[in-house]
């Protein structure tokens, strides 16, 4: 940890304030809700690396999804994910958000979470220790302090692409793009 | 020297204020035995705040935040901080009683152009807290003014660097207890923090704050700790020579809120008026009374 460096604050202070201040919304989808509480309270202790759960999107940078993505949720999360501001981070939590884990054949949970948003890191296990959140914050600075955590540039690079997935999972969705690509362009036309 | 302070004390609030909402994270960080985040995390976070993008929801939205910041800079020039107070020769305690509340209404025309249910709930329990705390508030403010017969802050501390300090004098002495009851409504912390309750309503009137909007937000509530901390000092405790002692009774007092703090847990808002409205009023009330029959 370099937070006590003052040379690096004086070099580069924007990544320095975004590494040491990640304000977290905790998306808790079923499992995984039982590994945030100790690690945000006295038994781990996030808050002395910055790592602080926000109660709304508007005020958070990072974004951890923990466990299973049913097609219901995804619509939250989505609309939580479009709420943050820029420039923000994801992390899925456990293997279902990798590949689906023990419900990729499930009728109502998506498999790959990255298709419909774009993901930083994840962190695999099912479930993993909350440890494991301490392993996914240092590798996250290493990506910061590399430019490598861009999720938010992929997602309005590719919008197109990960609207048309969204869509394709949730059919119909009430709000309109937030970017203006040619495809957007085209949704909210043909939407009138 | 009195231009330099219109420069020094909003520095020196912003300072001081900024070092209260670090110190407090690590203050509840031992009394939970954690480590807690550095004591210039609360820069972190700012510095962070500002760097991001955020979305406004129309103009007043953008002009409440800056609204409710610039009143607490300007009752911050008010106050006698271990000096003279640059503006001590206008308004007063009058002033301030009527700036004070320029703070939270910014906060509410800004979020109510926000439209979202969480900030407006927020709202309404902001200023039903207000309510609250303001009865006693205003008893206390009657009282001193009356026992000292003047409407000036910096006349209230000299008076009481003559004599003893108010909370060590009789008569005053209800006033000081009433002061220190309402204190922790004053600051909005815990028993009384339910208008930025974030396991409640997401954290209330900042629910729909993001970047730049969300970092003026925590600069202004820092202020307020600082103006309701630093009003007791000035009024009750005599206030000080020097901005050193000023300060090191500030964090007497601050010591003092956040224990409270970490023991009580969060009351409902018509729980808190009720608290309000009973014991501080009461024994603000028995201080006034005294006040005004036995006088100096």
């Known amino acids: 940890m370099d937070r006590n460096q003052l040379m690096k604050w004086i070099k580069a202070p924007t990544k320095m304030a975004h590494k040491y ?40 940078n990072l974004f951890l999804i923990t466990g299973y993505v049913s097609v219901k949720t995804l619509r939250a999360i989505i609309r939580t994910y479009e709420q943050m501001p820029e420039p923000k981070y994801t992390v899925g939590f456990g293997s279902c958000t990798i590949n689906g884990g023990m419900y990729w054949d499930s009728y109502n949970t998506i498999n790959q979470l990255d298709k419909y948003i774009p993901i930083d890191g994840y962190i695999a296990g099912c479930m993993p220790r909350p440890e494991a959140i301490f392993v996914a914050v240092t590798h996250l600075w290493t990506l910061i302090d590399k430019d490598m955590a861009d999720g938010y540039k992929r997602y309005r690079k590719n919008y197109a692409a990960y609207r048309a997935n969204q869509e394709m999972i949730l059919g119909e969705m009430e709000w309109p793009p937030i970017f203006q690509t040619e495809v957007a362009t085209a949704i909210t036309e043909r939407e009138g | 020297m009195r231009i330099l302070w219109f420069v020094l004390s909003p520095l020196m609030a912003l300072a001081v204020g900024l070092f209260f909402l670090g110190l407090s994270r690590r203050f509840m960080a031992r009394i939970q035995w954690r480590v807690g985040p550095p004591l210039y995390q609360p820069l972190i976070d700012i510095l962070r705040q500002f760097t991001q993008k955020s979305v406004s929801h129309g103009p007043l939205f953008d002009l409440g935040v800056v609204l409710s910041l610039a009143s607490s800079f300007i009752v911050v020039l008010f106050m006698p901080l271990g000096g003279t107070a640059p503006l001590s020769s206008s308004g007063g305690l009058l002033a301030v009683l009527y700036l004070m509340l320029l703070g939270p209404l910014g906060i509410a025309l800004s979020g109510g152009e926000a439209a979202n249910p969480n900030v407006s709930i927020g709202i309404s329990r902001k200023l039903i807290l207000a309510v609250g705390y303001e009865v006693p508030f205003l008893m206390i403010v009657l009282a001193l003014m009356t026992y000292y017969g003047t409407i000036s802050i910096g006349e209230i501390v000299a008076a009481q660097r003559e004599s003893a300090s108010a909370i060590a004098s009789f008569p005053l002495v209800f006033s000081g207890i009433a002061y220190l009851l309402i204190l922790p409504a004053m600051l909005g912390v815990r028993p009384f923090e339910v208008v930025g309750a974030a396991q409640e309503i997401s954290s209330g009137p900042a629910a729909e704050y993001g970047g730049p909007y969300l970092a003026l937000a925590t600069i202004q509530h820092g202020l307020t700790m600082f103006i309701g901390i630093s009003l007791f000092v000035n009024l009750l405790w005599g206030g000080a020579s020097n901005p ?13 809120g956040f224990w409270v703090n970490a023991a009580f847990p969060r009351l409902r808002v018509e729980q808190a008026v009720r608290y309000l409205w009973r014991w501080p009023t009461l024994i603000a009330f028995v201080g006034l009374i005294l006040v005004a029959t036995i006088g100096r």
């Open chain 1, 21 to 60: 201040s990640l304000n977290a919304v905790y998306f808790c989808t079923g499992c995984g809700v039982i590994e945030v509480p100790p690690t945000i309270t006295s038994r781990w202790d996030a808050e002395r690396f910055g790592v602080v759960p926000t109660a709304t999107a508007r005020q958070a």
């Open chain 2, 244 to 256: 050193v002692v000023f300060f090191l009774k500030m964090l007497v007092v601050f010591a003092f």
